[in-house]
């Protein structure tokens, strides 16, 4: 300003210069403090009218001064007074005062200066308060952690806090006065940075209005973060760019909790929309659906969502719910549990629009968004749940209930759960049971082959039953009837193991029990004749190997019969076990006592050391049996026996044989007197000549058809009415009359004749039922014995299926009953011809059962359909307790085995009732009917059917 000054000086008058320089002194100062002012009140943010209004106090205080120099003083003082001001000028910066010119005091010169002075102390003082206001104001700006950056109209910087300085890197740099891209070169790092803040500038101004923007910058401690920067654009009046402040934050981590509850908000949008469960939305208020999903749409089966949202959830309901509630009370009182816990789950029942109704399972979930409170409600279709759930209570139910003992394990073995049968067998309750290993009941009977066997089974096809022993919680062993199976998952990985099993504790003693009859004789306990020839073959072989000889003793009891007809059966029964126990205890421990049944009685006697060794013990039998008996009523009974002696090798090389002697040699003991012993001689074959005139009469009879076929009615014992009958053949003989089956048969069966009499039988038997058929009687079954022999001589099954195709008779009306010695002497054929005739229909029964084997093998290995109990169980039942007994258990046992039943030889009401009580079968004897001939049969069938009503 000097040098502009000078020069105006030497251009203008003296006034003029004068008056300028005094004006340019007063505007120097003006100016001065107008800057600092402009700058502190720019920096305060202060607005435009406020700077506008100080801007014209400035200028209407110069424009006094000039005014007030012009009008007032004099050239020659203000020439001084300029000289002063020049001085002040380029003195320091320090402020001065004005020195009044000598003589100029009181004048107005002198109060100009005093004036000009009182204005700079204003003026000094205003800048040092605008000074104090700028320092506080740059302290608070510094304190401040977001950027703050002030910029003139060429982009220039002004002001910046420190975090604006420390983020670029600029904090040691002159920044004032540059712009971006001149302090782009301090910072390389923040080069790119400057520059897009420069770019951004331009936006802001060109947009003429405050702007935002996420700009990235780089941190010098944290890396690259995101601030949220807002620039505010100054204008002049004449449009011309003024300043733009610049603040900005960091927002990096409200950006990133931004960008995850966008991404949150947009999956779950996703998983609500592409979710396979069936979501929907609901205002609570008014149980309105308001959105819903595509698996919505799926399970509700609507084509679009308009159909579904306005809807409430009576809409898709029945009237009413599974309590009774009407199905809108129902849905409010869920809704408001929904609201007030947050949470609620319940059981519903839906209705389709075409009416069909199905069970849900709905979860009520309370939410808010966008200030609302909604209800996010998810659907399941349990129907098929609820009817599996239904079927698995009922599984449970049944498991519960039943008898049979069920054990389930885990995939390694250690009990889930037991059921109270378990418990009940085997005395561990659940809570002792459960997480063992089924080993707490091993009995130690198997071996471990045993269980290697069971498990190789269970894991190769899935399954294993069989027997098991185990031990019970009281260490008493057990038999049981086992099934187990693997249970797999979904993926074929065995999951559990199932173990469902029955004490057959009494089914044992019931087979130990038939076993020991089989071979047993019921009255007397003693083996019987089946058990004879086991234990005689055996004694046989044992003797060939030794070389040793053995006695067989047949005895039969003299005057028995009178004791039957005198005293009755069961006194007579009484003294067979009195015999029985009498001679066990006086016989050694290798003899063997037999039983064959009625009054005769075996001994076997090994280790024979010479011939005479056989007549000590006949006699010792003889002598002990003289002696008199004691039965019940105080009665003595006097009993003698005669004996038949065979010996081994010389008179049989088998049991067969030996018996056979043996019999005839009792046969000439009983010839000379009783209480006598006989060996077997040769001079005994008159007995065989008797049976060979036996054998010529029988084949004549065949020749001349003298076998008749008689026919035993068979009644129901559990309904009424005749439901088949027994063919039986009688033979009348021209000589000798009415021959007994009991004399006839076994001479039939021994000379092999027996296969062309049951021949004829058969061929008899199935021609009647096809007459009967014919006149309009329909039994249900004919019964007809077949002989072993006839398993011998020729096909049985093929002879049957010729007979029934050339009558055309039902084989299911047809029923063979076979006896157990035919199933024993001939196994494996006859299991055999007994499996054809199983396969074309026939039915197939075991005769005269108890009596012989009765073993439960070959009932199981048999396809058998019915059992006869022997008439000599019957006859004295129900007075007799063992032959009751002894008949209960055929009946529960075949029951068990779902076998029919027939009982033979009933002759009294009170054995019909008997039988009929314990749930029999069949029934048949003299009480019903007598073997009749075929015609009477007829007439005996319309009779009864007229009495029975039908």
């Known amino acids: 300003m000097s040098r502009s000054f000078r020069t105006l000086r ?102 100009l200066a005093d004036t000009i002075n009182l ?15 700028e320092e506080r104001l740059r302290m608070l700006i510094d304190s401040m952690q977001d950027i703050i950056c002030f910029k003139d109209g060429e982009g220039r910087w002004l002001v910046a806090n420190q975090s604006d300085l420390r983020l670029f890197g600029i904090e040691h740099v002159d920044y004032r006065g540059k712009k971006d891209s001149e302090l782009a070169p301090f910072s390389p790092t923040h080069y790119d940075a400057f520059m897009s803040c420069e770019a951004s500038d331009e936006i802001a101004w060109k947009a003429g209005a405050p702007s935002r923007a996420d700009e990235v910058i780089p941190h010098p401690d944290l890396g690259l973060r995101v601030f949220d920067i807002i620039k505010i654009p ?51 208020t008014t149980a309105l659906f308001v959105d819903c999903n595509d698996a919505a749409m799926k399970l509700y089966r609507v084509a679009n969502r308009a159909e579904l949202i306005g809807k409430t959830p009576e809409g898709v309901s029945p009237e009413v719910q599974y309590d009774g509630t009407p199905s809108h009370e129902a849905a409010i009182r ?43 409600f998810s659907v399941e279709d349990v129907t098929g749940r609820k009817a599996a759930e239904d079927r698995l209570r009922l599984s449970a139910a049944v498991i519960a209930s039943t008898r049979d003992g069920v054990i389930i394990t885990d995939r390694d073995g250690l009990i889930v759960t037991v059921n109270h049968a378990f418990s009940e067998i085997t005395g561990f309750s659940e809570e002792e049971a459960v997480g063992q290993n089924p080993r707490i009941l091993q009995s130690g009977r198997h071996p471990k082959t045993f269980y290697q066997q069971m498990w190789h089974s269970l894991e190769e096809i899935g399954h294993w039953q069989g027997e098991i022993w185990n031990r019970r919680k009281n260490g008493e062993v057990y038999p049981q009837l086992s099934s187990l199976s693997a249970i797999h998952d979904e993926n074929g990985v065995i999951a559990y193991y199932v173990a469902v099993f029955t004490d057959i504790s009494r089914l044992k003693e019931a087979e130990q029990r038939l076993e020991h009859l089989a071979y047993h004789d019921p009255l007397t306990d003693l083996p019987n004749r089946a058990l004879l020839h086991l234990q005689m073959d055996h004694a046989l072989e044992k003797a060939r ?11 039969d009891l003299d005057r028995f019969k009178d004791v039957n007809d005198g005293y009755g059966h069961p006194a007579g029964d009484e003294l067979l076990v009195a015999i029985a126990e009498r001679l066990r205890k ?70 067969t044989t030996l018996l056979r002697n043996a019999d005839a040699a009792l046969y000439q003991a009983k010839g000379q007197g009783r209480n006598m012993f006989h060996y077997y001689t040769s001079s005994l074959t008159i007995a065989a000549a008797e049976k060979l005139r036996l054998e010529g009469r029988m084949r004549r009879a065949l020749e001349l058809d003298q076998f008749l076929v008689y026919y035993q009615p068979q009644i129901s014992l559990l309904g009424d009415g005749i439901i088949g009958a027994e063919a039986l053949i009688r033979w009348i003989d021209p000589e000798k009359g009415s021959v007994s089956p009991g004399d006839f048969i076994p001479a039939a069966e021994e000379c092999g004749l027996i296969g062309a009499i ?30 072993p022999r006839q398993f011998r001589l020729y096909d049985v099954p093929e002879r049957i299926a010729d007979l029934l195709h050339r009558y055309n008779v039902p084989a299911d009306r047809i029923e063979l009953e076979i006896t157990e010695s035919a199933l024993m002497e001939h196994g494996e054929r006859a299991g055999q011809a007994l499996q054809t005739l199983k396969e074309i229909g026939i039915r197939l029964a075991i005769d005269d059962f108890g009596t012989g084997y009765s073993s439960l093998a070959y009932l199981k ?67 019903i009917s007598p073997a009749i001939p075929a015609d009477k049969f007829a007439d005996f069938v319309r009779s009864y059917l007229q009495m029975s009503g039908f």
């Open 119 to 133: 204005l700079i102390a204003e003026t000094e003082a205003r800048s040092q308060s605008l000074r104090e206001s």
């Open 586 to 655: 006086r016989l050694r421990r290798e003899d063997l006592l037999v039983r064959l049944g009625g009054d005769e009685f075996v001994i076997l006697q090994e280790d024979l050391p010479e011939t005479g060794a056989a007549a000590m013990l006949a006699r010792m039998v003889i002598d002990t049996l003289s002696d008199p008996f004691s039965i019940s009523g105080g009665r003595e009974l006097y009993i003698g026996a005669s004996i038949g002696i065979a010996i081994f090798p010389e008179d049989g090389e088998d049991g």
């Open 234 to 284: 100054m204008f002049f009046d004449d449009g011309r760019r003024r300043g733009l402040i610049v603040v900005g934050r960091d927002v990096t981590e409200r950006r990133r909790e931004e960008q995850l509850l966008k991404d949150s908000e947009a999956y779950n949008k996703a998983l609500f929309n592409d979710s396979r469960i069936a979501l929907g939305v609901m205002e609570p």
């Open 334 to 376: 869920h809704i408001e549990i929904a609201v007030r816990n947050g949470s609620h789950i319940f059981p519903w029942r839906h209705r389709h629009l075409d009416g069909t109704e199905w069970d849900a399972e709905v979860h009520l979930m309370r939410l808010s968004h966008s200030g609302r409170d909604l209800l996010l």
């Open 10 to 111: 030497t251009s203008h008058g003296r006034k003029q210069v004068l008056l300028f320089s005094l004006a340019t002194v007063a505007f120097s100062v003006s100016t001065g403090s107008f800057i600092i002012f402009l700058e502190s009140i720019e920096n305060l943010h202060l607005p435009f009218w406020v700077k506008l209004t100080g801007a014209i106090i400035q200028n209407g205080l110069l424009a006094a001064i000039l005014w007030f120099v012009d009008r007032r003083l004099s050239v020659k003082p203000i020439q001084s007074l300029a000289r002063g001001i020049m001085q002040m000028e380029e003195r320091s910066a320090q402020t001065q005062r004005l020195t009044v010119p000598p003589g100029h005091e009181e004048d107005e010169i002198g109060m």
């Open 758 to 787: 049951g021949d004829r039988v058969l061929e008899a038997s199935i021609k009647q039922m096809r007459h009967w058929m014919d006149d309009g009687i329909h039994l249900e079954k004919l019964a007809i014995n077949i002989s």
């Open 545 to 555: 190997r030794r070389g040793t000889s053995l006695a067989l003793h047949l005895i």
């Open 861 to 927: 290995r048999f396809p058998i359909d019915a059992l006869k109990i022997d008439r000599s169980f019957v006859m004295d039942i129900p007075g007799d307790e063992s032959d009751a007994q002894i008949a209960q258990a055929i009946i529960a046992m075949a029951q068990s085995l779902k076998l029919k039943v027939v009982a033979e030889g009933v002759e009294t009401e009170a054995q019909l009732r008997f039988f009929r009580e314990r749930s029999c079968d069949y029934a048949q004897g003299y009480l």
